[in-house]
């Protein structure tokens, strides 16, 4: 069973930029979250989609958005992008009905530098 | 205002010992706890987790520790192997947001 799968690994990007990643979850989750990982904040919650509706968000500006396909792949999107974007950005995935109660899986995440 | 606290930044064991890894938390809505492993540049990967209607799991060599009255966990590792070595984060479901984490702390064992 393939695990949760985030692309791209790797990106640069200038300030003012926008940016979108990709996480597709293991194959029957219908949860996806995704997190910000810096050294100074551990690991934040950005936001939470199920069945194609976000039922979550975090405390993070507006530049932060994402959405849900049909096939449970999500993407994040960061607009106008600021050098304090510079992080792993992390997508877990879950099984069930809800996020609660059941473990969440990660992906590998995707590091994002802003120069 | 941090909801779970991981007091301890960083842990030295020697290979074959006990480690304990401790987590407090805030939130009497957390209902549901995990333990997850990490690796530098790499997502966390999952260890064990326990509902707050119990007081322990365990699984191999990892034990989780519930005590709901005084809102601690702890993660027991026996024996403790080199491979452990690495940022051990504690997670808590229930609040507002998502998964919330702790800060993580640092197991390094040594030879």
Redesign the interface.
Same mark, same amino acid.
Request: glycine share 16%; net charge negative; with cysteine.
């Given at each position: 069973k393939a695990g949760?799968t985030?692309t791209p690994r790797y990106l640069i990007k200038t300030r003012g930029q926008q940016v979108t990643l990709s996480c597709s979850p293991i194959s029957g989750h219908r949860s996806v979250?995704w997190?910000q990982q810096t050294p100074g904040q $551990? &690991?934040?919650?950005l936001?939470?989609y199920f069945s194609e509706t976000q039922r #979550?968000k975090? #405390?993070f500006p507006g530049r932060f958005s994402g959405r849900q396909f049909s096939n449970s792949r999500s993407e994040m999107n960061v607009s106008t992008l600021e050098l304090g974007d510079s992080a &792993?950005y &992390?997508?877990?995935s879950s099984s069930g009905q809800g996020?609660?109660?059941t473990?969440?899986?990660? $992906?590998?995440?995707t590091?994002l530098t802003v120069v | 205002d941090q909801q779970v606290k991981q007091n301890s930044p960083s842990l030295s064991v020697q290979e074959g010992r006990i480690s304990i890894l401790n987590c407090d938390y805030t939130n009497s809505m957390f =209902? +549901?706890f *995990?333990w +997850?492993k990490k690796y530098p540049?790499?997502?966390? @990967?999952?260890l064990i987790?326990i509902?707050s209607i119990k007081d322990k799991n365990e699984d191999g060599r990892f034990t989780v520790f519930l005590n709901k009255s005084a809102k601690h966990l702890s993660l027991h590792i026996v024996p403790s192997q080199p491979g452990d070595s690495a940022v051990y984060?504690c997670?808590a479901?229930?609040g507002? =947001?998502? *998964? @919330?984490? /702790?800060? /993580?702390t640092h197991l390094i064992i040594q030879p």
């Open positions: 949760v985030q979250s997190y $551990g &690991l934040q919650f936001f939470e #979550n975090g #405390n &792993l &992390l997508c877990a996020i609660y109660y473990e969440a899986f990660f $992906g590998q995440g590091r | =209902d +549901y *995990l +997850y540049a790499e997502g966390p @990967t999952f987790s509902s984060f997670a479901w229930g507002a =947001d998502g *998964l @919330t984490f /702790g800060k /993580g």
